[in-house]
């Protein structure tokens, strides 16, 4: 069993930035990630990154969003730069962990002037 705390989200100006964690309840030696979903829309994939530091980015977030992790700390961050009010959304992390998919209870962020 895993938990997922996810923190950081808030309401941001566009054109600002924000800096999601997601802590864990124990090591996680194996793929983790963020999604998102926005009201009205399903959730999709934001970034992962494996236990070794690879990163996968959805196209519309590469060039703004940063995955890292702390593997000593169990911490999963994202860095999101020059936000845009289309990023408005719930953002989860999740860990994928023996066949199984383990979710963060959701960060809200809002980006609006």
Do not use: H
Request: hydrophobic share 35%.
């Amino acid at each position: 069993q895993v938990q997922l705390v996810d923190a950081g989200g808030g309401l941001v100006q566009p054109g600002g930035f924000l800096r999601l964690s997601c802590a864990a309840s124990r090591s996680i030696f194996s793929i983790m990630g963020w999604y998102r979903q926005a009201p009205g829309k399903q959730r999709e994939l934001v970034a992962t990154i494996t236990y070794g530091g690879s990163r996968n980015y959805e196209d519309s977030v590469k060039d703004r969003f940063s995955i890292s992790r702390d593997n000593a700390k169990n911490t999963v961050y994202l860095q999101m730069n020059t936000l845009k009010p289309e990023d408005t959304a719930v953002y989860y992390c999740v860990a994928y962990v023996g066949g199984k998919v383990y979710w963060g209870q959701g960060t809200q962020v809002t980006v609006s002037s």
